[in-house]
């Protein structure tokens, strides 16, 4: 199909698009006056029924906790077949040499900026952390706690160079985090069951408003989040990373003749 | 001014589709993507907003004061992180694409040839 005769197919779906798009908007409720119930009635229940403050975690992790499982299965397939695809090409040897344009001359790292990224890559993993134990409380949660700690082996790599990382990152640790983060969701799921409740009732105490301990159940389930989004992330950075590394040291395996 | 958000989502999704279709790359393919996916941020976020209310977040303000939809903002949290773990499977499979075929131009793949490192 020609780049012209797409154009054209995009300009026929647009004409009867357009019209259903306009429509929709003009009866929308009007913005910043919503009349849906479902998230005002959370609103308005969910702190005394849960003791939690943050009402955003309370939906991912207590109200539409199964929702979140799906979820975190598209997380944790997305990051499986990735890393099936980039090692099935590679092979599953470690490497520790980075890859390196000849002709492009190689400088030393300044003291200065391992420093800073080593302060920085401990500031931002622990400020993870945080953010992460405290989603039942403020805003925050597994979520954004494990994108922010994985965003910090980042900047290890910055401050350290390849080989430094690459020996500090252990793929298997990753994956153990990755996989037992969500083999936790499943058994914090699959826990009052046994009991013979609906999966994923709120079954432990509740503890207090505003304590770092609030919400019950719902501290295991952000935990194991947090601890499969860290895994997951850290886990695609290696692999990416990893392609950048000295090709001829590991040739692809050949394609089976059809 | 409140159809507004509604026709900047319109927009985006537009912008990101129409790159889409005229795309000749596909890391820039995989882009447009994420734009379009981003219209859909702009259009959840709009529906749950409540003029003149607070966040979800009872810890300053006491359970009880108005606050917007928190329902749409968990969904746009999990779908952000998701969406990247999904991007990065995307660009795996580019790089399987520029492997085996020598090229990311979508419009010069062909299905069900071999791939030219058989072929020489």
């Known amino acids: ?258 | 001014m409140s159809l507004l958000p509604w026709f900047v989502a319109a927009w985006l999704f537009a912008v990101g589709l129409y790159g889409i279709v005229t795309s000749r790359h596909c890391v820039h393919l995989i882009g447009c993507l994420t734009v379009c996916q981003s219209a859909t941020y702009v259009l959840l976020l709009g529906l749950g907003f409540v003029r003149g209310a607070g966040p979800p977040v009872f810890y300053d303000h006491p359970p009880g004061m108005p606050a917007v939809d928190p329902v749409v903002q968990a969904l746009v949290l999990t779908d952000i992180v998701v969406g990247a773990a999904v991007s990065a499977l995307l660009l795996a499979i580019a790089i399987q694409v520029q492997r085996r075929r020598c090229t990311l131009d979508p419009q010069a793949l062909r299905p069900l040839r071999p791939s030219k490192r058989t072929a020489e």
């Open chain 1, 1 to 258: 199909m020609t780049p012209r005769s797409r154009l054209v197919l995009l300009a026929l779906a647009a004409l009867i698009l357009v019209p259903a798009i306009v429509r929709i908007a003009l009866v929308l409720p009007g913005f910043g006056a919503p009349t849906a119930l479902y998230g005002q009635t959370v609103n308005a229940l969910l702190p005394d029924l849960r003791h939690v403050t943050n009402m955003v975690a309370a939906v991912n992790f207590d109200v539409r906790g199964i929702d979140t499982l799906g979820e975190e299965f598209m997380l944790l397939c997305a990051v499986t077949g990735a890393t099936v695809l980039l090692r099935g090409a590679r092979g599953e040897r470690g490497n520790l040499r980075a890859g390196h344009i000849s002709g492009r001359p190689v400088l030393a790292r300044a003291d200065a900026t391992t420093l800073v990224c080593r302060i920085a890559a401990s500031v931002t993993m622990l400020f993870g952390i945080s953010v992460a134990l405290h989603g039942m409380t403020t805003p925050g949660g597994g979520f954004q706690g494990g994108v922010i700690a994985a965003s910090g082996l980042l900047l290890l790599y910055l401050g350290e160079g390849y080989a430094v990382w690459r020996a500090l990152m252990r793929g298997p640790i990753l994956a153990l985090l990755e996989g037992g983060g969500a083999l936790l969701f499943v058994l914090c799921a699959a826990g009052p069951l046994v009991a013979g409740r609906p999966a994923l009732e709120n079954v432990l105490p509740l503890g207090d408003l505003k304590d770092l301990y609030s919400g019950g159940l719902m501290v295991g389930v952000n935990a194991a989040v947090a601890l499969a989004v860290a895994g997951g992330f850290g886990l695609l950075l290696l692999e990416f990373m990893e392609e950048t590394r000295v090709p001829a040291d590991d040739p692809a395996p050949e394609e089976a003749e059809p």
